[in-house]
C-alpha cells in the first residue's frame, strides 16, 4: 500500500489542523493505520492509531484529548484532527501501515509501509 501524507504547515499555538493521509494500491480497509512524528533531532514517535474498521483508536499520552484520528474507507483516506496545538507538536507528521493486515499495533518497529510526511510548526 501506498500512503502519503498532506495537510501540514505554520500555525499559531492554541490553533488547529487537519492532516490528511491518501492512500493506494493496497487493501486500505484491511489496515491498520498510524500517524508518527519526528522532531528536529529526536527520534519517531508515535502520535495516534486506528484500526482497520475505525472501530478502535489509540492515542500516545501527549496528545489524547487534543487530536482525533478517523478514516473513510470508501475513500481511501485517513485524518488527524489536531486541536489546541502547542509549539512542542512541531515536527514532520508521517502516515504508516504495518506489514500485515488485519494486524492493530502501535509499535515502530512494525510499520512497513509509510508516507513521505508533511511539516506542521507550531509558532506565534
Known amino acids: 500500500v501506498q500512503l502519503q501524507a498532506s495537510g501540514g504547515g505554520l500555525v499559531r499555538p492554541g490553533g488547529s489542523l487537519r492532516l490528511s493521509c491518501a492512500a493506494s494500491g493496497g487493501t486500505f480497509n484491511r489496515y491498520a493505520i498510524a500517524w508518527f512524528r519526528q522532531a528536529p533531532g529526536k527520534e519517531r514517535d508515535f502520535v495516534a492509531a486506528?484500526?482497520?474498521?475505525?472501530?478502535?483508536?489509540w492515542y500516545a499520552d501527549s496528545v489524547k484529548g487534543r487530536f482525533t484520528v478517523s478514516r473513510v474507507n470508501a475513500e481511501n483516506a485517513l485524518y488527524l484532527q489536531m486541536n489546541s496545538l502547542k509549539p512542542e507538536d512541531t515536527a514532520v507528521y508521517y502516515c504508516?501501515?504495518?506489514?500485515?493486515?488485519?494486524?492493530?499495533?502501535?509499535?515502530?518497529?512494525?510499520?512497513?509501509?509509510w508516507g513521505q510526511g508533511t511539516l506542521v510548526t507550531v509558532s506565534s
Open positions: 504508516a501501515a504495518p506489514s500485515q493486515i488485519l494486524v492493530a499495533t502501535t509499535a515502530l518497529s512494525m510499520f512497513h509501509y
Open positions: 486506528i484500526n482497520w474498521s475505525g472501530d478502535s483508536t
